[in-house]
């Protein structure tokens, strides 16, 4: 992955070097920007979410009131089953919510310190390898034959062309989805069409 990062930041690395930054500040200033992007994204959604979990024990009402409504038109108009109990029926609706809650804060809380562990290592060996992408170079290329030098380096000019094409086409694909995925929750009526859309769209990539 650091790999494939420092391909497709070379551009822009070489850009803030054609304008007098070394390379050691280029490759920070390339990094920091992608941070802010992905930070921007990330204070959006946090603050979606937020707004969502205070919105939490509203959303368990409607759950229980909707049941509710349910069991008392099941009772009053289907003959042929037993009557539910409306109590056990919420009882257990509100021990199956609470589960899950805090399985979903469980496993959101694993998942955050590994996404974080994983940042931190492609941080670091990206920024390495902007630093020292000569070396590196020179070191791929020394591997192949004399003959086949020129291809290798020509390979690894391709692939940092088809790093870029993937990035470019990946976010044009997100922001499809997630406008697609956002008209039809909005249409259905579910609240924060976009943070449910975009979410969906990036979890689908």
Same mark, same amino acid.
């Given at each position: 992955m650091a790999l494939f990062i420092s391909f497709i930041l070379l551009p822009v690395?070489?850009?803030? $070097?054609?304008?007098?930054? &070394? +390379?050691?500040?280029?490759?920070?200033?390339?990094?920091?920007?992608?941070?802010? %992007?992905?930070?921007?994204?990330?204070?959006? =959604?946090?603050?979606?979410?937020?707004? /969502?979990? $205070?919105? /939490? #024990? #509203? =959303?368990?009402?409607? %759950?229980?009131?909707? /049941?509710? #409504?349910?069991?008392?038109?099941? !009772?009053?108009?289907? !003959?042929?089953?037993? #009557?539910? &109990? +409306?109590?056990?029926?919420?009882? !257990?609706?509100?021990?199956?919510?609470? $589960?899950?809650?805090?399985s979903l804060i469980q496993n959101a809380f694993s998942s955050t310190a590994t996404f974080l562990a994983g940042l931190l290592a492609t941080t670091i060996f990206t920024f390495l390898i902007l630093i020292y992408r000569e070396g590196l170079t020179k070191a791929f290329v020394a591997f192949g034959d004399d003959k086949n030098k020129e291809k290798i380096f020509r390979m690894l000019k391709n692939i940092q062309s088809v790093g870029k094409k993937y990035l470019s086409g990946m976010f044009l694909l997100i922001i499809i989805l997630g406008f697609a995925n956002s008209i039809g929750l909005w249409i259905i009526g579910i609240d924060s069409p976009f943070l449910f859309g975009f979410l969906a769209a990036i979890l689908s990539i």
């Open positions: 690395v070489k850009k803030l $070097e054609s304008w007098g930054l &070394n +390379r050691l500040l280029a490759a920070f200033f390339s990094l920091l920007g992608v941070f802010i %992007i992905i930070g921007g994204g990330i204070t959006l =959604f946090s603050a979606e979410i937020m707004s /969502l979990s $205070e919105q /939490l #024990d #509203d =959303f368990k009402g409607k %759950i229980l009131n909707t /049941l509710s #409504d349910v069991v008392v038109y099941i !009772n009053s108009n289907v !003959n042929f089953i037993d #009557d539910l &109990n +409306r109590a056990e029926l919420v009882g !257990n609706v509100k021990k199956w919510i609470n $589960e899950s809650s805090g």
